[in-house]
């Protein structure tokens, strides 16, 4: 067997060597951070860790915030993490979560976040935040939508009901008066035609509510997907992100989803015979679940 060269001499080639292929390997360059070199990383990971604390100080002090003890437990693996981020919006990211989590209003203790912030790179985490900002959006102009319908909502119901009867009323006096053809009187038909029109739009204005509270609870699909499929697998592996399968149909080429909220009520009467309608069937979608959600709320800054 072939002794191993254990001198002083063998020992500082190999150092050379392995200091040589790290430098082609990481920025800033080994010497830069001490790599290799007695204490080095630890100096080097406890600079990030002084970057993240004082980042995450002013983040407090700008929005007022009084920063409560956390358990070490939670600050202990968050502060290991961040050591060793090399990407300065990450480097902000865990800046924020730090700061969300010692801000007593938030009550963000949860272990599972800076694990998530650890496993995903700066473009998964973007589109995360893009999709989650998409849904803010939306739910925001659902909310206002919702609000204004419930301000109104007693007033209509009540000008409908009035309605109904007075054109209930107005075809049960033509009823009577013509027992034997109460069709043949001129308008009668018109009356038929204006109170079922009137029972449509009364049954959809109920209905409204229900599909503004489902919309809004309505989960968020991801869009103008960038990533490579191995990092959407991160994302599904995180349970930030879901896969589903959806089912569309198109009506004259226009599509319409037969598996999410939507409002099918319209007040123009369409035949079937005149639409072509085909269906697409087993479509893969990706969604951000309520951890997703969670997770990325967490590492935003406070509005």
């Known amino acids: ?53 004082i980042k995450a100080q002013s983040i407090c002090e700008k929005h007022g915030v009084n920063p409560q003890m956390i358990s070490p437990k939670l600050l202990t693996p968050l502060l290991e993490y961040a050591s060793l981020e090399d990407n300065e919006k990450l480097q902000d990211k865990w800046a924020t979560l730090l700061a969300n989590m010692v801000d007593s209003d938030q009550n963000v203790e949860n272990h599972v976040f800076p694990y998530l912030l650890s496993q995903v790179s700066i473009q998964e985490f973007e589109l995360l935040e893009k999709t989650l900002n998409i849904k803010i959006e939306r739910v925001k102009s659902l909310n206002v939508e919702l609000g204004e319908y419930l301000k109104e909502k007693d007033q209509t119901l009540t000008d409908l009901t009035r309605h109904i009867e007075v054109k209930q009323q107005e075809i049960e006096t033509r009823k009577s008066n013509n027992i034997n053809n109460p069709g043949s009187y001129k308008g009668y038909w018109e009356l038929e035609n204006e109170l079922r ?26 869009t103008q997907i960038d990533l490579r ?28 989803s037969v598996s999410r909220t939507h409002d099918y009520e ?14 697409e069937t087993d479509v893969i979608e990706y969604e951000l679940t309520e951890l997703g959600e969670l997770f990325i709320k967490a590492c935003q800054e406070k509005k």
């Open 197 to 222: 029109e009137l029972n449509s739009k009364k049954y959809s204005f109920e209905r409204k509510q229900a599909r503004l509270e489902r919309a809004i609870n309505e989960p968020e699909l991801l």
């Open 229 to 256: 499929d191995y990092e959407i697998s991160n994302l599904i592996r995180l349970g930030v992100v879901k896969e589903i399968i959806r089912s569309y149909g198109y009506v004259d080429n226009q599509r319409v």
């Open 1 to 53: 067997m072939q002794k191993i060269d254990i001198t002083s001499t063998a020992l500082e080639k190999g150092l050379d060597i392995a200091k040589g292929f790290v430098e082609k390997l990481i920025y800033p360059s080994a010497e830069e951070m001490g790599l290799l070199l007695k204490d080095g990383i630890a100096k080097w990971r406890f600079s990030n860790q002084v970057k993240t604390l």
């Open 266 to 279: 319209s007040e123009d009467y369409v035949s079937l015979d005149d639409l072509s309608v085909t269906i």
